[in-house]
């Protein structure tokens, strides 16, 4: 059961921006005005995400160059995390590297091996102001750490090597969405 208010549910969904749009390559602005405005790119955030059906975004991945991201994601054992954090620092990631499918919503219906620790810690602040810090394993800890990427400007595309790389970049060059 939910208890307050629903995520994303007075925001707006956003357009995404698609792999090949120079924001998503630029590492994004710190948020210096934790107003109103961000509060509402917090909330379309969401409602972009669920549209997509995600399990989270970055502001860059809708065109704001801003260190901001929204998550609704398992852990592996099935445990639900929903959250954002506002200029977030990647401050652990440590454990066991699992090479594992992933996807991103600025490359859509494509997915690639990628390496990614399986335990991250991501600190930073609400919307509000407030200090947060965030702490996943498994699927989550591969989600904060995918996330923590776009705001510095890398797409998972950019850390898979190799034959899996070049077989992501034909995929990309035919996909739909590049047209």
Known sequence: MRHGPIPGARGRVRPLTLLGDDVLHTPCEEVADFGPELARLVEDLFATMYAA???GLAA?????????FVYDCPDDDEVRHVGHVVNPRLV???GIVIRGPEGCLSLPGLEAGTERYDHAVVEGFTATGEPVSVDGTGFFARCLQHECDHV???VYADRVRGWRHRRLMRQVARASWRR
Do not use: C, P, Y
């Open 53 to 55: 059906q995600g399990v």
């Open 152 to 154: 510095a400007g890398t």
């Open 92 to 94: 652990a990631a440590d």
């Open 60 to 68: 860059n991945q809708i065109g704001e160059s801003l260190r901001v």
